[in-house]
């Protein structure tokens, strides 16, 4: 795995693997200069695992370093030594770690699992060792439990908010702060990956094909469902029911065969399908270079286009 930071210094943690022999993973913090200078090393570490499902992620302030293990346990480091003294070891869920990701602020680490649960914790409740309670295991703030199979996709939006994407193919976006759930699509097939860029969602799925989400279209159009419905229960409610109502003139008439899935691009207009992969797509990620913007995508074939 390999993950950036958001900090000036650049930043980032690379996840080797089996670099020695078997059992032996050893990861390394290093911040990279240029194509040609030879990348700093700030921190490396022996895992505690052999199989870090969850990767490992560097915080946004840069300080501390986390992975998540086929254990359901979850590690944190602290970076600022060369050293990396391990902060804390917890028990985040009771089947394997799959995904984790900060919120916007820093402040929040969210953790998906095999069991289908996305759980929310203070980080300053994960680092502080001064507590009494510093040695016992932290219970997460909130638990989400609206996905039905593993969690494969964890991403911060901006505005404190969070997306999860899961194999049954169930995309949410979720407010942190109130725990409400802004955005709940389904989509037709289980979802491996996921992007975001400029109030889009890119979804890698294991059927091949990339479904982008317009999530403010898609908060438009739930707007207009909702007030359509307003409207159809005013309408209904008056004696004659012949008058148009000022909802209906806004929103429009709701029409019987709505669906909130967004299962095709007929009649959606906040969603566009890519294909292309012919294998189940494992990474998603955005390319900006200049007024240029490139998708870039893998499958399990080691595949990319």
């Not at 299962?263 to 399908?273: F, H």
Request: with cysteine; glycine share 10%.
């Amino acid at each position: 795995s390999f993950s950036a930071s958001n900090s000036g210094a650049q930043p980032a943690i690379a996840y080797g693997g089996n670099s020695v022999k078997k059992g032996d993973n050893n990861a390394m913090l290093i911040s990279i200069r240029s194509a040609t200078a030879s990348p700093i090393l700030h921190w490396r570490c022996r895992l505690p695992e052999t199989e870090m499902t969850a990767g490992l992620i560097v915080s946004p302030c840069g300080y501390y370093i986390v992975g998540g293990g086929a254990s359901g346990s979850c590690y944190i480091w602290s970076s600022v030594s060369l050293s990396g003294r391990l902060l804390r070891t917890f028990k985040a869920h009771y089947r394997s770690c799959t995904c984790m990701t900060f919120s916007d602020c820093g402040k929040y680490l969210a953790t998906g699992s095999a069991d289908g649960m996305v759980h929310l914790f203070s980080l300053m409740d994960l680092v502080d060792m001064t507590s009494p309670n510093s040695k016992r295991n932290v219970s997460p703030m909130h638990t989400f439990s609206i996905h039905h199979f593993p969690v494969t996709s964890l991403i911060r939006l901006p505005s404190g908010r969070m997306a999860s994407a899961a194999e049954d193919g169930q995309v949410i976006v979720v407010e942190l702060f109130s725990q409400l759930v802004l955005l709940n699509i389904q989509l037709p097939h289980g979802i491996k990956c996921m992007a975001h860029y400029d109030g889009r969602l890119f979804l890698g799925s294991i059927q091949g094909t990339i479904y982008s989400v317009d999530t403010n279209a898609y908060a438009m159009r739930q707007t207009e469902k909702q007030g359509a419905i307003f409207a159809k229960r005013r309408r209904q409610e008056q004696q004659n029911g012949l008058t148009t109502t000022i909802e209906e003139t806004v929103f429009g008439m709701k029409s019987s065969n709505e669906t909130s899935n967004a299962v095709n691009n007929t009649g959606v207009a906040y969603q566009t399908d890519w294909v292309g992969h012919d294998h189940p797509v494992t990474s998603v990620a955005l390319l900006t270079q200049g007024n240029q913007k490139l998708m870039i995508s893998g499958d399990e074939l080691g595949q990319v286009r």
